[in-house]
């Protein structure tokens, strides 16, 4: 069974970087069949899609977002992660991550999201 | 950038009744990349629907996806219990490699 497990600080300072991991168990984060993605949720509030990575490399960022994010792949620890940089409290969110697959182009597996607070 | 939007915001039904939650596109949307999800507190969204009419790996028929162009429809034929939720939109494509989340839809109790 398929696995996505976040983990990092849970709280960041103002203008500092955030910056999170999304381990994969129970299947190769270097298959050629899928995207992984992140996706963050405000407290309250609805989806928000960050970016996603391929296991080449290639990346798609949410153009909102662009000039902050970077997101990698480690495929020797099954491991893609989400650097997010100058953040502010509005960047407090559960930032969940998830699979994708080439096809269809949905979020199908899910890790169970973790949240970080963004204060001084 | 394609803008989504759903409708109602809350939905107030019983149990046993019949629901049926829009999503509208700001521009015209492959059937391909719309994608619906269910969201319950505290946990992870949960795909139900992908290439607007097709159930995930899953999920009861009583869970359809209809809809094409600029219209998307979810219907839950009888809700159940579990169902009460609130519920996504997820549109692929306006650029490359980007999604698109509606605000969603909260089915609640009545």
């Known amino acids: 069974q398929l696995q996505l497990q976040e983990s990092g600080p849970g709280l960041v300072k103002p203008s500092e970087t955030l910056s999170l991991t999304c381990t994969v168990s129970?299947?190769?984060?270097?298959?050629?069949?899928?995207?992984w993605g992140w996706i963050r949720q405000p407290p309250g509030k609805g989806l928000e899609w960050i970016g996603s990575i391929y296991y080449s490399g290639s990346t798609y960022y949410n153009p909102s977002l662009k000039s902050r994010v970077t997101i990698s792949v480690d495929t020797s620890k099954n491991q893609f992660s989400l650097k997010l940089s100058s953040v502010t409290a509005a960047d407090t969110a559960v930032y969940y991550c998830a699979r994708r697959p080439v096809v269809p182009a949905a979020f199908d597996y899910w890790g169970q999201g973790t949240l970080v607070t963004v204060s001084s | 950038e394609i803008v989504l939007t759903q409708s109602p915001g809350t939905l107030s039904l019983s149990p046993g009744e019949r629901a049926t939650l829009s999503c509208r596109a700001s521009q015209s949307v492959s059937s391909s990349y719309l994608a619906w999800y269910q969201q319950k507190p505290g946990q992870a969204p949960r795909l139900l629907i992908y290439g607007a009419s097709s159930r995930a790996t899953g999920i009861p028929d009583r869970f359809s996806g209809s809809g094409s162009g600029t219209d998307f429809t979810l219907t839950i034929s009888r809700l159940e219990p579990e169902d009460f939720a609130v519920y996504y939109c997820q549109q692929y494509g306006s650029s490359p490699g980007v999604f698109t989340f509606g605000p969603g839809t909260k089915v609640d109790i009545k």
């Open positions: 129970g299947g190769s984060i270097s298959s050629s069949s899928y995207y």
